[in-house]
């Protein structure tokens, strides 16, 4: 069952989330762009019995506003204020695809403090959007910086171009039926400029901390790249580099159901 949304004022921010509760350790889920925390709701409820899952709407989304967001560290202290203002002492972190890259960002400016204890990355372009993501999603980007709002609109909540992408991508209403009614939830504006602020992002994150990155080798967004980066360069002990076919952001039922089982699998080994 979806708990009850929270609005609250930290600092002059407004943050809104689903907090499921409980004295368990803190579970920390960021979506992706053009979404909202509602689409890490089953993540949340396969996780409930053994966390606290708490799914935040980041910033530009959801009528949460991005005005002081100017560069992509703002995106990682947005989340870490409230983690302090919960006084969670100890988090894991599920990041899918931009929440992906913020929950990296924020294990590398918090490492100091030994605060992330897992980290789950799923469906990131770690190497930056300008590195990372596949010619068509490259494509995508010089195309919304020339588009009218109203053509924009029109697009991202367009039945029949949801029922097309269905068509290509077997049983991919998996994916966009969470979607569906919330890709508006972004304005063009605010698409453009996480876009720019994400471009050249890189990262330098602690390997001591348990990870895992999932990617999908065939992800239409997110280059194959990713994958070959991530198993050359950080798969070793604790770190962990797996691929699930149909997981990413065009994703079936079974491709779904395994990437969620693998996540609940890490973070239960990794308390």
């Known amino acids: 069952m979806r708990p009850k949304e929270h609005i609250e004022l930290i600092k002059g921010r407004a ?11 803190v579970v920390i889920l960021l979506h992706g762009m053009y979404v909202t925390k509602s689409n890490m709701e089953d993540i949340a409820q396969d996780l409930s019995t053994k966390f606290r899952c708490v799914a935040l709407d980041l910033p530009g989304h959801n009528k949460v506003s991005l005005k002081k967001i100017t560069k992509f560290d703002d ?14 002492k100890e988090v894991y972190l599920v990041g899918y695809s931009l929440g992906g890259l913020i929950s990296l960002k924020i294990a590398e400016k918090a490492d100091n403090t030994k605060m992330v204890k897992g980290l789950v990355v799923w469906s990131a372009p770690i190497l930056g959007f300008q590195h990372g993501l596949t010619r068509v999603a490259k494509l995508a980007i010089p195309i919304s910086k020339i588009i009218p709002e109203k053509v924009y609109l029109a697009v991202v909540t367009n039945d029949i171009l949801n029922k097309l992408i269905a068509s290509v991508y077997s049983k991919a209403d998996l994916f966009i039926k969470p979607m569906k009614g919330t890709l508006s939830a972004l304005s063009l504006r605010d698409a453009v400029k996480l876009i720019d602020i994400s471009v050249n992002v890189s990262f330098d994150f602690p390997k001591s901390v348990p990870t895992l990155f999932v990617f999908d080798k065939r992800d239409p967004l997110v280059s194959y790249k990713n994958y ?24 079936d039922y079974e491709g779904y159901s395994s990437l969620r089982k693998e996540i609940q699998r890490f973070l239960t080994e990794n308390l």
């Open 75 to 88: 995106l990682a202290d947005y989340v870490l204020m409230f983690i302090k203002k919960k006084q969670f």
């Open 15 to 25: 943050y809104k989330y689903f907090d499921y509760g409980g004295d368990k350790p």
């Open 228 to 251: 070959r980066h991530s198993k050359e360069h950080f798969e070793s002990g604790s770190l962990i580099v797996a691929t699930i076919h149909k997981s990413g952001h065009f994703r």
